[in-house]
């Protein structure tokens, strides 16, 4: 169902080879429990005047079609890595839907990478001499350095940097909810932009350290700093059963799964 307003709904939950990994037939992929089975990350947000997508992962028409959502207005993307950005050919009927291009909010380094890796779509040579619908994208630059909200679909969003390893990438806060998936740390005026957030979504990739990712200790941390009220870990791996990991955790810090709907208060 189409995301109501202050709804959001959890498109994927996975790290970016998905779970179950192909060919792996351990615990967890092996698992029973739907909620170990988890498609790369991505949201639907409602939002006043429509569904807003944090991210486009490869099993994004599945996970429209398994949501039952119809329709995006709106899409921002968190950084150019292929699990949060190479199922955005599945937007091309989007446009079509809407009537107008699809605006998409992202830095100017990840538009340069969506011109890069979906040249095809944007060369009008070769969108005229086929019948596919080119991806039509209305490009927003945001630079995550500037605290000052921008408004999307009738709510002011507050971009939030993010260390990645070697890359950076955005965290989205909307209202007190805040979504913060690809971070092994965060910068200190993060923290700024984060006070009051009530609910927090938190890249925790498994009890491992990572280079480019939080654990769940680090993760746990963080959300204690934040002090949000209810906090739910995402772009987890297989390593980490949903009910064993549930039970250890803090009653208000909870695993996400794809398919969890949350609302947030309206915006
Ligand atoms: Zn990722
Ligand atoms: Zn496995
Ligand atoms: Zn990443």
């Given at each position: 169902m189409q995301p109501l307003v202050g709804e959001v709904v959890f498109l994927g939950t996975g790290t970016s080879h998905g779970i179950p990994?192909?060919?792996?037939?351990?615990?967890?992929?092996?698992?029973?429990?739907?909620?170990?089975?988890r498609y790369r990350c991505a949201i639907a947000v409602g939002l006043p005047l429509g569904g807003l997508l944090i991210d486009a992962p490869p099993e994004l028409r599945l996970a429209l079609i398994r949501e039952d959502i119809p329709l995006i207005h709106a899409f921002a993307l968190t950084h150019a890595?292929?699990?949060h950005l190479f199922g955005a050919d599945d937007l091309r009927v989007m446009p079509n839907r809407l009537g107008t291009p699809l605006p998409i909010y992202c830095r100017t380094q990840d538009a340069k990478e969506i011109h890069r890796?979906?040249?095809?779509?944007?060369?009008?040579?070769?969108?005229?001499?086929?019948?596919?619908?080119?991806?039509?994208?209305?490009?927003?630059?945001?630079?995550?350095?500037?605290?000052?909200?921008?408004?999307?679909?009738?709510?002011?969003?507050?971009?939030?940097?993010?260390?990645?390893?070697?890359?950076?990438?955005?965290?989205?806060?909307?209202?007190?909810?805040?979504?913060c998936t690809d971070v092994v740390s965060f910068p200190e005026t993060s923290y700024?932009?984060?006070?009051?957030?009530?609910?927090?979504?938190?890249?925790?990739?498994?009890?491992?350290?990572?280079?480019?990712?939080?654990?769940?200790?680090?993760?746990?941390?963080v959300a204690n700093r934040v002090g949000a009220e209810e906090v739910y870990l995402t772009h987890l791996s297989h390593d980490i059963d949903h009910a064993t990991l549930e039970e250890e955790l803090p009653p208000h810090i909870h695993p996400a799964y794809d398919g969890l709907r949350l609302q947030i208060p309206v915006i």
């Open positions: 990994v192909i060919g792996c037939h351990c615990a967890v992929c092996r698992s029973e429990d739907r909620r170990n089975r890595h292929v699990d890796v979906f040249s095809y779509a944007f060369d009008p040579s070769l969108t005229q001499a086929s019948t596919a619908a080119p991806l039509s994208f209305e490009f927003h630059e945001i630079n995550a350095l500037d605290a000052t909200p921008f408004e999307v679909l009738g709510a002011k969003i507050v971009p939030i940097p993010m260390h990645h390893h070697v890359n950076d990438a955005v965290g989205y806060r909307i209202g007190s909810f805040a979504y700024e932009r984060l006070k009051g957030v009530k609910t927090l979504v938190l890249d925790a990739l498994r009890h491992r350290s990572h280079p480019c990712h939080q654990t769940i200790a680090q993760a746990i941390e």
